[in-house]
């Protein structure tokens, strides 16, 4: 029996430069090390192993590092007894580092550009795969592994088709993917289903979506991983409620299996809180009352807690009129602190609201209202005409014409006072 680990949406170097900068690197050396422990022969990384397409130069600096580090806890290399890329079979047997990897959506860059995972390969420190297949020998055992990294949403589907990946014969087969899936995402205008997937793998492992889940192919019913995150990066309310972690496979002669481990992350609190009926004063009080609440206990790091306002206010308030910056630094020292006001209502943000509606929904032209909103401030009267050039002018930026548009029209408004003071 062998096993691989697997390991997704890392995330290196979020909230550099903050009080947070070091959990990404932190979370991800405590997955490897938890993960060396079970003496896999390859580490699978599921793609956004970096927060951003350029990471800063300590960033990239701080991944060597560990990377290195894995790669001598490891010790041996894996060959590659075949690779399928382009359509092309290549048979001449090559060693690769035992970490493989596919990017994801946040590394991605443009084509003919290097991003950093792929410095990580020409470091020999992983191997990048991108619509491509190799079937590796470990001793006696073989294991065919596949990954199509990230791609633009729109295309998915496409390039999934036109990839066409088919399992080797030889052994199991692992299909990793890094996009929106239907099933596991909130609304997106694009993504795959399950469905599209191939059916002949024995598990699919799936990055990008930051809470862990297992489903199955609905043709095949193999297993369908979404590995999930090791730092939380949204402080949503899934990632509240799930843990943090990789997967253990195995494989082999013996009955395999599929195992979460969780790593230790720093705390992640998340409450929706109705407002309705309370004043801001009321609403100020009662929020410190439940920070004080969850500071009772005692944390190995500052948590995290997000606190979402929602409901409506009494009439003559509105959110504004709720002042937070206060608050957040009487907590700083305590704990992170995300208070969310978007989701408030008030019978003043409703009327602003009604009039955007209004405006959406063709009541009010667009052009009228800020044509309105011109002759207004210009405060003196002009011919409509003129006033339809200035706005468009103005609209596309261009100034010095509508100053221009503006002149004549005021020399026109003053020739037709004088024609009509001569004729008086």
Request: hydrophobic content about 35%; charged content about 30%.
């Amino acid at each position: 029996m062998y096993k691989l680990a697997v390991i997704s949406d890392t995330h290196l170097g979020f909230a550099y430069d903050t009080e947070k900068q070091e959990d990404s690197f932190s979370n991800f050396e405590q997955a490897l090390n938890l993960a060396l422990l079970e003496q896999p022969r390859v580490i699978l990384l599921g793609g956004d192993i970096f927060h951003d397409r350029i990471p800063k130069q300590e960033v990239l600096g701080k991944a060597i590092e560990i990377f290195t580090k894995a790669n001598r806890a490891m010790k041996k290399k894996i060959t590659v007894i075949r690779k399928i890329k382009d359509g092309k079979v290549e048979l001449e047997k090559f060693q690769i580092p035992p970490i493989i990897a596919i990017w994801g959506t946040h590394e991605r860059r443009h084509k003919g550009s290097t991003n950093p995972v792929q410095i990580l390969e020409k470091a020999g420190l992983l191997y990048c795969l991108h619509a491509e297949s190799i079937l590796l020998e470990m001793d006696t055992d073989k294991i065919g592994i596949h990954g199509l990294s990230g791609v633009p949403e729109a295309y998915a589907k496409d390039t999934l088709r036109t990839w066409n990946p088919h399992p080797f014969k030889e052994g199991p087969n692992v299909l990793m993917v890094h996009q929106n899936f239907k099933e596991i995402m909130p609304p997106v205008d694009h993504y795959l289903e399950f469905k599209d997937l191939p059916p002949e793998f024995n598990v699919y492992l799936l990055g990008h979506v930051h809470n862990t889940s297992q489903n199955k192919h609905p043709i095949s019913k193999t297993p369908i991983i979404t590995v999930g995150s090791t730092v939380s990066t949204q402080m949503q309310k899934i990632e509240s409620e799930s843990e943090k972690g990789f997967y253990i496979l195995e494989f082999g002669r013996m009955q395999g299996g599929i195992k979460f481990v969780p790593i230790q992350t720093r705390k992640l609190i998340y409450e929706d809180f109705d407002i309705t009926g309370n004043k801001p004063s009321d609403v100020y009080f009662k929020l410190a009352e439940k920070l004080d609440a969850y500071l009772k206990k005692s944390y190995d790091l500052k948590p995290m807690i997000r606190i979402r306002l929602i409901g409506k206010l009494p009439d003559g308030f509105s959110p504004e009129d709720i002042k937070l910056s206060k608050l957040i630094r009487e907590y700083s020292d305590k704990c992170i602190i995300s208070l969310d006001k978007s989701k408030m209502s008030s019978s003043e943000l409703d009327k602003s609201s009604q009039l955007l509606q209004d405006i959406k929904q063709n009541k009010f032209l667009v052009d009228k209202v800020g044509l309105e909103i011109l002759a207004k401030n210009l405060k003196t009267e002009l011919k409509l005409e003129t006033l339809h050039n200035l706005f468009e002018l103005l609209s596309a930026g261009e100034l010095e014409k509508a100053e221009q548009e503006l002149e004549a029209g005021h020399a026109e408004k003053n020739k037709t006072a004088e024609l009509e003071s001569t004729q008086a």
